[in-house]
Protein backbone atom coordinates (compact mmCIF):
# COMPACT_ATOMS: atom_id res chain seq x y z
CA UNK A 1 0.00 0.00 0.00
CA UNK A 2 1.15 3.08 -1.23
CA UNK A 3 1.71 5.91 1.69
CA UNK A 4 3.12 9.36 1.97
CA UNK A 5 4.10 11.66 4.82
CA UNK A 6 4.33 15.17 4.73
CA UNK A 7 6.83 17.04 7.12
CA UNK A 8 8.29 20.61 7.45
CA UNK A 9 5.50 22.90 7.40
CA UNK A 10 5.30 25.90 9.46
CA UNK A 11 5.01 29.58 10.12
CA UNK A 12 7.48 31.92 8.04
CA UNK A 13 8.08 35.32 7.54
CA UNK A 14 7.63 37.16 4.17
CA UNK A 15 10.65 36.35 2.22
CA UNK A 16 11.46 33.68 3.90
CA UNK A 17 12.30 29.69 3.12
CA UNK A 18 10.92 26.25 3.94
CA UNK A 19 12.10 23.38 2.59
CA UNK A 20 9.11 20.28 2.81
CA UNK A 21 9.75 16.70 2.88
CA UNK A 22 7.44 13.39 1.45
CA UNK A 23 8.77 10.34 2.37
CA UNK A 24 7.28 7.73 0.24
CA UNK A 25 6.59 3.77 0.41
CA UNK A 26 4.42 1.02 -0.35
CA UNK A 27 5.03 1.14 -4.61
CA UNK A 28 4.98 -1.61 -6.51
CA UNK A 29 5.26 -0.08 -9.88
CA UNK A 30 8.19 1.55 -11.30
CA UNK A 31 6.41 4.00 -13.46
CA UNK A 32 5.11 6.77 -10.80
CA UNK A 33 5.23 10.37 -10.50
CA UNK A 34 5.02 12.32 -7.35
CA UNK A 35 3.89 15.47 -6.80
CA UNK A 36 3.31 19.03 -4.74
CA UNK A 37 -0.29 20.50 -4.58
CA UNK A 38 -1.54 23.01 -2.49
CA UNK A 39 -4.66 24.56 -1.13
CA UNK A 40 -5.28 27.76 0.60
CA UNK A 41 -8.14 28.02 2.62
CA UNK A 42 -11.12 28.95 0.53
CA UNK A 43 -9.47 28.36 -2.81
CA UNK A 44 -9.09 25.35 -5.61
CA UNK A 45 -6.57 22.85 -5.08
CA UNK A 46 -3.72 23.56 -7.22
CA UNK A 47 -0.55 22.27 -8.39
CA UNK A 48 2.70 23.10 -7.41
CA UNK A 49 5.18 20.41 -9.26
CA UNK A 50 5.89 17.13 -9.49
CA UNK A 51 8.41 14.27 -10.14
CA UNK A 52 9.17 11.19 -12.21
CA UNK A 53 10.21 7.86 -11.08
CA UNK A 54 11.57 6.79 -13.89
CA UNK A 55 13.75 9.99 -15.37
CA UNK A 56 13.32 12.16 -12.49
CA UNK A 57 12.21 14.91 -14.81
CA UNK A 58 10.68 17.95 -12.82
CA UNK A 59 7.79 19.82 -14.25
CA UNK A 60 6.30 22.89 -12.65
CA UNK A 61 2.96 25.08 -12.73
CA UNK A 62 3.97 28.28 -14.45
CA UNK A 63 3.42 30.40 -11.12
CA UNK A 64 5.59 28.29 -9.25
CA UNK A 65 8.49 28.42 -11.43
CA UNK A 66 11.69 30.16 -10.09
CA UNK A 67 10.78 30.43 -6.40
CA UNK A 68 10.02 26.73 -5.70
CA UNK A 69 12.26 23.69 -6.61
CA UNK A 70 11.36 20.01 -6.45
CA UNK A 71 14.04 17.14 -6.03
CA UNK A 72 14.11 13.60 -4.41
CA UNK A 73 16.85 11.40 -2.68
CA UNK A 74 16.19 8.35 -3.69
CA UNK A 75 18.08 6.53 -0.78
CA UNK A 76 15.83 8.33 1.45
CA UNK A 77 12.13 7.81 -0.27
CA UNK A 78 11.73 11.16 -0.11
CA UNK A 79 10.93 14.41 -2.19
CA UNK A 80 11.30 17.46 -1.05
CA UNK A 81 9.85 21.23 -2.24
CA UNK A 82 12.36 24.07 -1.39
CA UNK A 83 10.23 27.08 -1.66
CA UNK A 84 11.95 30.68 -1.63
CA UNK A 85 10.97 34.21 -0.97
CA UNK A 86 7.92 32.92 0.43
CA UNK A 87 4.65 35.34 0.17
CA UNK A 88 1.92 35.39 2.19
CA UNK A 89 -0.23 34.03 -1.03
CA UNK A 90 1.62 31.11 -0.68
CA UNK A 91 -0.01 30.17 2.54
CA UNK A 92 -1.64 26.75 2.02
CA UNK A 93 -2.17 23.28 3.18
CA UNK A 94 0.47 21.60 1.06
CA UNK A 95 -0.10 17.90 -0.09
CA UNK A 96 2.26 14.97 -1.59
CA UNK A 97 0.54 13.02 -4.05
CA UNK A 98 1.74 9.98 -6.34
CA UNK A 99 0.16 7.87 -9.44
CA UNK A 100 0.84 6.71 -12.86
CA UNK A 101 3.37 9.16 -14.91
CA UNK A 102 1.91 10.17 -17.67
CA UNK A 103 1.16 14.05 -19.45
CA UNK A 104 -2.02 14.65 -17.36
CA UNK A 105 0.04 14.05 -14.34
CA UNK A 106 3.06 16.10 -15.29
CA UNK A 107 0.47 18.42 -16.35
CA UNK A 108 -0.63 18.63 -12.38
CA UNK A 109 -3.46 17.57 -13.00
CA UNK A 110 -5.08 16.49 -9.62
CA UNK A 111 -7.26 13.44 -11.03
CA UNK A 112 -4.41 11.75 -12.25
CA UNK A 113 -3.38 11.42 -8.43
CA UNK A 114 -4.41 8.32 -6.61
CA UNK A 115 -2.42 8.22 -3.49
CA UNK A 116 -2.41 11.53 -1.53
CA UNK A 117 -1.05 12.32 1.90
CA UNK A 118 -2.33 14.01 5.12
CA UNK A 119 -0.95 17.95 4.15
CA UNK A 120 1.33 19.72 6.06
CA UNK A 121 0.26 23.52 6.69
CA UNK A 122 2.81 26.16 5.75
CA UNK A 123 1.78 29.86 7.04
CA UNK A 124 3.42 33.04 6.01
CA UNK A 125 3.23 36.12 7.92
CA UNK A 126 4.80 39.13 9.51
Known amino acids: QVQLVESGGGLVQPGGSLKLACVYS????????IAWFRQASGKEREGVAC????????YYADSMKGRFTISRDTAKNTVYLQMNNLRPGDTADYYC???????????????????WGRGTPVTVSP
Open 26 to 33: GFTFDYYI
Open 97 to 115: AAGWDGANAQALQAYEYEY
Open 51 to 58: ISNSDEST
